[in-house]
């Protein structure tokens, strides 16, 4: 059964630093292409990064220099390393697997919230 | 820059069919695919492909795709579907719509 739990959220202050932690089950994410989607308060999805099987990676505008996919083969796992935190990027950030085109996301986790306030 | 334009809101009665937009230029010449998100849970995935549905997904639901809008049909409408609604495609990067809130009456 695949699986994806996220953990890593919290609140914090602006400019601050962050990094989320996606533990993945049932597949390999070396194989897969895998994806962080955030959700502001009350807000709809917001597509934030992806990590393509070669290793490569691409970014949303609005995260662009600040936010930097990764992730760990060894433990299968993938990571999200937000820094100069502000208040729109308080959200809930979802895990989330890549069909094999990339194209769409068969798998969410359940989401970690980060709250970015003084 | 690509958008997916969606209905803020639609409503139905139970037992009867509930259709969802997605309008955007020449969307027909693209694949669409849709999520439900229910109050507190993570989005889930009930169409891909236009027209695909993943495994577990009721048959009630049903997707098209042509022109400048896509579409997502949910017949014989039950209150177990009311969600919020996002369409999705792939551009030069992710786009999602704005989402629909189905409200079931």
């Known amino acids: 059964e695949v699986q994806l739990v996220e953990s890593g959220g919290g609140l914090i202050q602006p400019g601050g630093s962050l990094r989320l932690s996606c533990a993945a089950s049932?597949?390999?994410?070396?194989?897969?292409?895998m994806n962080w989607v955030r959700q502001a308060p009350g807000k709809g999805l917001e597509w934030v990064s992806l990590?393509?099987?070669?290793?490569?990676?691409i970014y949303a505008d609005s995260v662009q220099g600040r936010f930097t996919i990764s992730r760990d083969t060894s433990k299968n796992m993938v990571f999200l390393q937000i820094n100069n935190l502000r208040a729109e990027d308080t959200a809930v950030y979802y895990c989330?697997?890549?069909?094999?085109?990339?194209?769409?996301?068969?798998?969410w986790g359940q989401g970690a919230l980060v709250t970015v306030s003084s | 820059s690509y958008e997916l334009t969606q209905p803020l809101s639609v409503s139905v009665a139970v037992g009867q069919t509930a259709t969802i937009t997605c309008g955007g230029d020449?969307?027909?010449?693209?694949?669409v695919h849709w999520y439900q998100q229910k109050p507190g849970q993570a989005p889930v995935l009930v169409m891909y492909?236009?027209?695909n549905r993943p495994s577990g997904i009721s048959e009630r639901i049903s997707g098209s795709n042509s022109g400048n809008t896509a579409t997502l049909t949910i017949s014989r409408v039950q209150v177990g579907d009311e969600a919020d609604y996002y369409c999705?495609?792939?551009?030069?990067?992710?786009?999602f719509g704005g989402g629909t809130k189905l409200t079931v009456l």
């Open positions: 999705q495609m792939w551009g030069s990067s992710v786009i």
């Open positions: 492909k236009d027209n």
């Open positions: 990590i393509y099987t070669s290793g490569g990676t």
């Open positions: 049932g597949f390999p994410v070396s194989s897969s292409y």
């Open positions: 020449n969307i027909g010449r693209r694949d």
């Open positions: 989330t697997r890549g069909s094999t085109s990339a194209a769409y996301f068969d798998s």
